[in-house]
Structures are given as C-alpha cells and as structure tokens.
C-alpha cells in the first residue's frame, strides 16, 4: 500500500507501505546535472506539482561497468529512503555505494537493517569522466576556481538534503552516520577530509575504502593536483576531438565514454584542501568516531582488476609492486612475499601482497585518527569464509571484496548459498554492532563482542572469523609497508 503524502525539498512524495517498513525510491536530491549542467557543482531540486510516486528506483548514474545490470542515465541524482513505520528520532546511516568511481548505484536493499532501528539512505552519485573531470574553463567558471569532484560534491548534497528532510522520516539530523564499502568507503574518508562536510554527519564507517585513499607518506602521494587534473582533462579532451568545454557538452554520454578517463580525486582547494595524512596532522579533519576495516582475502579480487596479471614479467610485477608502495620494496619485504619478483612470479603471493598492503593503509587512516582525533577509532579484520554461491560469480569468492557486506545488511537471504547458523549468527551480530556504532559512537554494547579502540597495536583490531580462519589468515606486519615518520 502506498503511504500518507510527506513533504520534501521539491514537493510532495509517496512511497510504499509494507511490513512495517516505509520504502521511498527516486526521491531527487540535485536538479538532472545534463546539458550547462554537465559537469557543474550540483544544483537545487527542480520542483514539482503534485504528487510524485518514490516508488521505484532511479536510473542508475551512467558509467562504463559493463557488470551492472541496471537502466543508466545521466540523470542520476536520487536517493533512498527505508524507515520503520513508527521512526522517531532514530539514527541515520547514510549508505555510499562503491564501483571503483566508475560504477554502481544506489539500489541496495536496505530493508532488513532498517527495521532493526534506523532510518538508511541510499545514493546516487555521479561517476567516471562525469564524476571527476577537471578541465581550466571549468575551474575558470567556478566561484571557487575549483573542478574535478563533481561526484563528491553529489555526496554532500545528499548530506545536506538528509539534514533538511530527514526528521520527516523520523530520523535524527544529529546523529548521521556515513558508511560505504570500497570507492565508496573511500568517500567516507574524503568526507571526514573535507571542511564542506562539516557537521552533516556525526560518525563513520568504511569497509575495505582504500582504492585511492588520499593517504601521504614521506614519498608516496596518490591524488592529483588541481593543475595536473586539468592537465588530465585537456588530454582527454584533445582525444575526442574537442577544443572547448562547450564541444564537451554537446557530446553524447557515448561518446564521452569512448574515451578511456580514470577517475581520481583532486586536492582542489575547495572540496579538498590536503591530502589526508596532512589534514590530521593539521586537524582539520571532521573529527568523529570511525569504524574501519578490510577483508583476508580482497586480494585476489584486486589484483583480478589488474590486466594480463597472470602474464606479467618479473620485471612488470616489480614495478607494480614499486607502484603500490611508491619506492622499491625492501629486503625485509621481499623476504616475507618471496615470489613476487622470482624468475616465475606466484599470483597467490602478489594476491597476498596487495591485500596486506590494502589493509595497512587502512590501518594507517585508523591510527591517524587515534593519534590526532578525539574520537576513537574501532578496526577490524574479517576473516569468515562464507559458504560459495550457489551460481559461479567473477569474483574470487571465500573472504573477498564486499564479503561482509549482506552480513552488515543483515540480508543473506538475497544471496543465494547455503547459509550455516554461523552465518546467520554473524549476520546478526554485525548488523546490530554497525547499528550500536551509528547510534553512540561505539560498537561496545550489552551482547555484543567487546571492540578496543584502536592504538595501532595488533591486539586492539577485532578480528572476525574462526581459529582456522584467522590462522590461515594471520594480520600482516603493517612496518613492511610504513615509511612515514610520525
């Protein structure tokens, strides 16, 4: 059945009504960021008369993943809203889809940790050349003389629209938890980077947000300049035969996406001011409570993303793994992954590699955060290996990317494998300890395992999964991977 009309930022919506849950799909955040709007920082609602029916999703935003089976347009900018059918002042989690900033959407089903007591909201936000673009007419136009995070200024108008609206859905203004699993766990980090987000959330969690983390070492930066972005732009442009910002927007989405662009996000001086290492240092960043962690096994689905991996020379793969550390690896590192760089290189120990050192830099953020912060942060390590999918997938399967997230959803029934009881078990466990988080600031709670705050120390990361688990899964020695002085 459909609900009681409520009213938000644009007019009138309904929604639907069902098992003591109220379900809003659709409900636009931005005005549609297509033709003079392409590209800029988003813009007000368009109103609308009457009532809209928010009773399906969205398109999703258009992107170049091919693995998402969703209509795509670039009219994307919606969101999502699950509550329980008496919410009142709840807490609020905002969910931030990832896609490597390419792809994705917000179409998650979120009714199962909704009706464990919280209002969720799901978005959209735009990706790839669409999401990331920087190019000198863009900047020049801008009132702050900044381009290339369109996608992240998406996410703070989600923010700001949750805090307008969200007390008509019974959720609480203040107390707006960010969560999202790999670019879009990233995301959560260049909130709590960004003085834009200020006070439009009151925690954080991320799950397995690394990708590109803005994080800086004594040698090793990875995000771009606001120059060096335009640069980027202006190549990609000159490849498409385009001389001007204006040929730009006449293009087709096709035929913008002919042309290969990698997305990364820009130190622009108005979304971004610092890389992250400095804005701790600096304490500037949005200093709440985080939740982080990552997976034993993401490797093996990363390092799948990396062309022809199973074909690379000794030489290839030394600069990879160069790549990843941003200077040549040590004999003490290449004494503990023997075989990356052998006459035969071993794909299980470059998998190994890449995911030690995606969960140091995650530990690395978690101990900034316990070392400039006054909120604690909370890390952890899952180890579980779920049951295989019943249809072959392409990803690696056991503890991989994204292998805890229908647990935190508490939604292992839209998977279909055969679950154990243990299954069952954790899901609960983790869906109540992430809401527990969202409500006070701590995943410590009456029933729920007890969670130290990280202090960098191996003992205070909470590891998930069993003794012959977390044995065949041991953590890594995260100094191998450290080259910053603190």
Known sequence: MRT???????????????????????????????????????????????????????????????????????????????APEDAENLPVIVWIHGGGYYGGSGKYSCDNLARRGAVIVSMNYRLGVLGFFSHPELTAESPHHASGNQALQDQIAALHWVQHNITTFGGDPGSVTIMGQSSGGESVAILIASPLAKGLFHRAISQSGNDFLPINTDDYIRFDQQAAAEATGLSYAESLGANSLADLRKMSVESLHAAFFSPRTVVDGYVLHDDLTTTYRNHHQNDVPLLAGWNAEEGKDLTQEINGIDD????????????????EPSAALLAAYP?????????????????????????????????YGRSKSYLYFFAHQPAEPLVPCSYGGGAGHGAEVPYVFYNLKSDPRPWTAKDHQLATQLADTWLHFARTGTPNGPALAAWPAYDGSHPTVLRIGNEAELKAHPLPDFTLFATQRE
Not at 341 to 363: C, K, S, Y
Request: charged residues 15%.
């Open 339 to 371: 075989g990356i760089i052998a006459a035969t290189p071993e794909r299980a120990v470059i998998d190994q590699l890449m995911n030690d050192w995606w969960g140091w830099r995650i530990a690395y953020w978690a101990g900034l955060q316990a070392k």
């Open 312 to 327: 690379l020379t000794p030489s290839q793969v030394q600069e990879l793994v160069k790549r990843l550390l941003g200077r």
């Open 4 to 82: 009681s009309p409520v009213t938000v930022t644009g007019g009138t919506i309904v929604g639907v009504h069902a098992e003591g849950l109220k379900t809003y799909l659709g409900i636009p955040f931005a005005a549609p960021p297509v033709g003079d709007l392409r590209w800029r920082a988003p813009q007000p609602v368009v109103p609308w008369d009457g009532i809209k029916e928010a009773t399906s999703f969205s398109p999703a935003c258009a992107q170049t993943a091919v693995w998402l089976n969703e209509t795509k347009s670039e009219d994307g900018l919606y969101l999502n809203v699950w």
